[in-house]
């Protein structure tokens, strides 16, 4: 069963940065993989994607100009960087990939359109 792994959370100041990681017990080479969030009282909502040959990168209008979504191979990890954190950025963060097919980023953020989550990291944004 493939397993997420996301690390990296913690609590920042606002406009301050934080980088986020999620890595797999198998090789995320062949997958798209997004960062979903959930605050607290609200539903989980799509915030970035990334292909897996890296042909696409995609934003919630949000997080855009703020949060950069990127990937090492040679560490089997994809990367959140958040940049100018905002307290509306407090939120648990998942990291998913999507249902067939895997390869590519969905056209929306759907969560139905996603079949595999970690179990998230929490990121707190305060003074």
């Known amino acids: 069963q493939v397993q997420l792994v996301e690390s990296g959370g913690g609590l920042v100041q606002p406009g301050g940065s934080l980088r986020l990681s999620c890595t797999a017990s198998i090789t995320l080479d062949y997958y798209a993989i997004a960062w979903f969030r959930q605050a607290p009282g609200k539903e989980l909502e799509g915030v970035s994607c990334?292909?897996?040959?890296?042909?696409?990168?995609f934003y919630e209008d949000f997080v855009k100009g703020r949060f950069t979504i990127s990937r090492d191979k040679a560490k089997n990890t994809v990367y959140l960087q958040m940049n100018s954190a905002k307290p509306t950025d407090t939120a648990v963060y998942y990291c998913?990939?999507?249902?067939?097919?895997?390869?590519?980023?969905?056209?929306?953020?759907?969560?139905?359109?996603?079949?595999?989550w970690g179990q998230g990291t929490q990121v707190t944004v305060s003074s």
């Open positions: 990334i292909n897996s040959d890296d042909s696409g990168t």
């Open positions: 998913a990939i999507p249902l067939y097919p895997a390869t590519y980023c969905p056209s929306s953020m759907a969560l139905t359109k996603f079949g595999t």
